[in-house]
């Protein structure tokens, strides 16, 4: 039997596009109410997008510390205190290390660490005092392993499993568990941009399972890690890669 997340409420960052979006539409499938965030206006469509009722979109550029608080009480305030979170928002600047300029360097690890960090820290604090609460962060193998221009990504993917093992530990005795996925290429327009082309076969081709990820596959991890049934899990860094990162 399928978890069901009725009575839920999961706040999804990133869902305009790509995981988000479908981790989104998975868990509202399931009767959770969603509260989508994103720099994008078209979060302000999810709501219509999804089935079931009580959803609600937020726009926040998550580079900014403040969003983070501001999107927690804004969601506590329309929808409900948070059970889920879903840390998906991110973005993927591909340049050879001697060519990373710090801006882009700074805005990759603003989004994808520190705006991990300040949600599952906002987050964290109304799940605590409830005493219930799970987190999921996007990680990738970026995480594990290394790649060619990546050296921004690798480097804030790498530091978002570190910080999710300190929030598991951190947390664990309250009721609010904190995990990591790390998925191969997923088809996402992040993932199509970046693996685009002959780089993006010969990719699949060093990929046991011989292709990439589809959103929905990552979805149904997440959904069993948002659930009751892995209260157990905390702390790990799950890879979702047909094999890649073990060869
Ligand atoms: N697609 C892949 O191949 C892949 C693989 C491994 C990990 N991931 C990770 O999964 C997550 C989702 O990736 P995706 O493929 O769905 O990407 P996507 O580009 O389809 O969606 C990312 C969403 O994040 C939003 N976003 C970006 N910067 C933001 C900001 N400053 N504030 C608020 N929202 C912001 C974007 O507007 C977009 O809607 C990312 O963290 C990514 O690094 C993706």
Redo the contacts with the bound molecule.
């Keep these: 039997m399928q978890t069901t997340f009725s009575g839920k409420v999961a706040v999804i960052?990133?869902a305009?596009?790509?995981?988000?979006f479908t981790v989104a539409h998975h868990l509202a499938e399931r009767g959770a109410r969603v509260v989508g965030?994103?720099?994008?206006e078209s979060i302000y469509d999810l709501p219509s997008q999804l089935p079931g009722d009580g959803h609600h979109g937020i726009v926040?550029?998550?580079?900014d510390p403040a969003s983070a608080t501001d999107v927690i009480t804004e969601a506590v305030e329309t929808v409900g205190t948070p059970h889920i979170l879903v840390n998906?928002?991110?973005?993927?600047l591909l340049d050879p290390a001697v060519d990373v300029t710090p801006e882009r360097w700074q805005l990759t690890i603003d989004?994808?660490l520190s705006?991990t960090f300040y949600m599952s820290q906002a987050a964290g604090r109304v799940m605590l005092d409830a005493g219930y609460g799970r987190i999921i962060n996007?990680a990738?193998?970026a995480a594990v392993i290394g790649l060619d221009q990546h050296a921004a990504y690798c480097a804030s993917k790498a530091a978002v499993v570190g910080l999710t093992h300190v929030l598991s530990l951190e947390w664990a005795r309250q009721g609010v568990t904190i995990n990591a996925i790390s998925?191969?290429?997923?088809e996402?327009?992040?993932?199509k941009a970046?693996w685009a082309g002959e780089k993006g076969e010969k990719a699949k081709e060093a990929i046991p399972v011989g292709r990439f990820a589809q959103p929905e596959e990552v979805a149904a991890l997440i959904a069993f890690l948002a659930g009751d049934d892995a209260a157990m899990i905390t702390g790990s860094n799950y890879v979702l890669d047909g094999g890649f990162t073990t060869v």
């Design positions: 960052t990133g305009a596009s790509g995981i988000g965030v994103d720099l994008n926040k550029d998550l580079t998906s928002a991110g973005l993927a989004i994808n705006g996007l990738s193998q998925p191969t290429v997923v996402t327009p992040l993932g970046a």
